[in-house]
């Protein structure tokens, strides 16, 4: 009796203590998971950050490099990316702006009144004989100025999709 009473106290220590076990197991399971999980996927959060706010045109963006391993290579590799996309951009920003300036001096030359207008009615180029003649400046919507003949001529080149020139002027 003495010895099946000890097998059975063994038996619900055994149980309690597999049960115990297995609860420390898996909370520490749990643990390493969610410590590993956010090492792992916090700086790819970070990088998804990165990459919305470079799509939003933030090309001044530097990712914080923590690392020498694959992480971190891509962070370089991210960093990298941006600072050519930047050099770019101010490249391509400093040939447009050279381009319009050429532009403007060319038909500020002209001694007829000419005028670049954009697709949605904005004025983007006047020369001084547009402005001195007709009060045409930049970054005014031809539909403002209340000119009948200057919308007329806008449609006319809007839907032909070919230069106007007035007759008889």
């Known amino acids: 009796v003495s010895v099946n009473g000890q097998a059975k106290a063994w038996a619900r220590w055994s149980e309690t203590a597999l049960f115990m076990s297995m609860g420390a197991g898996i909370l520490l399971g749990s643990i390493v998971i969610a410590l590993v999980g956010r090492w792992i996927l916090h700086p790819l959060r970070t990088f998804t950050q990165s990459v919305r706010e470079i799509e939003?045109?933030?090309?001044?963006?530097?990712?914080?490099?923590?690392?020498r391993d694959e992480v971190g290579q891509l962070a370089e590799a991210f960093n990298s990316m941006a600072a050519k996309l930047r050099a770019f951009r101010e490249t391509d920003q400093a040939k447009l702006l050279r381009t319009q300036q050429t532009?403007?001096?060319?038909?500020?030359?002209?001694?007829?009144?000419?005028?670049?207008?954009?697709?949605?009615?904005?004025?983007e180029l006047a020369n001084g004989a547009a402005t001195r003649l007709f009060g045409l400046k930049p970054q005014t919507r031809v539909h403002d100025l209340k000119l009948e003949w200057l919308s007329d001529m806008f449609r006319a080149v809007r839907d032909t999709q070919r230069p106007f020139e007035p007759q008889g002027y």
């Open 56 to 67: 939003a045109g933030n090309l001044n963006l530097v990712v914080p490099v923590r690392s």
């Open 103 to 123: 532009t403007q001096l060319a038909i500020d030359s002209l001694p007829d009144g000419v005028v670049v207008i954009n697709p949605d009615a904005l004025i």
